[in-house]
């Protein structure tokens, strides 16, 4: 447990966000068109440059969803 001296608890890291939804067509070797729908998280950049922030581009993330909408990202 931290003390009420010099060493400050360290405070988490929170921002708000949306999720974002893309759609992409792809054409196929046949000619066939796809329509491909994808979700982004967008992380705003405060919080990515923060030296608490502990992931890194193309890093492999695991998102969990609990019953109650809680969503917790981790690596």
């Given at each position: 447990m931290y003390q009420a001296s010099n060493i400050?608890?360290?405070i988490?890291?929170?921002r708000t966000t949306r999720l974002?939804?893309?759609r992409?067509?792809?054409?196929g070797k046949?000619?066939?068109v796809t329509e491909c729908q994808r979700f982004l998280i967008h992380?705003?950049?405060a919080m990515a440059g923060?030296?608490?922030f502990s992931f890194k581009p193309g890093q492999e993330l695991v998102?969990?969803?609990d019953p109650k909408g809680k969503i917790v990202v981790s690596s």
């Open positions: 400050a608890a360290p988490a890291l929170k974002l939804e893309t992409l067509k792809i054409k046949r000619g066939k992380i705003p950049s923060d030296s608490q998102i969990t969803v």
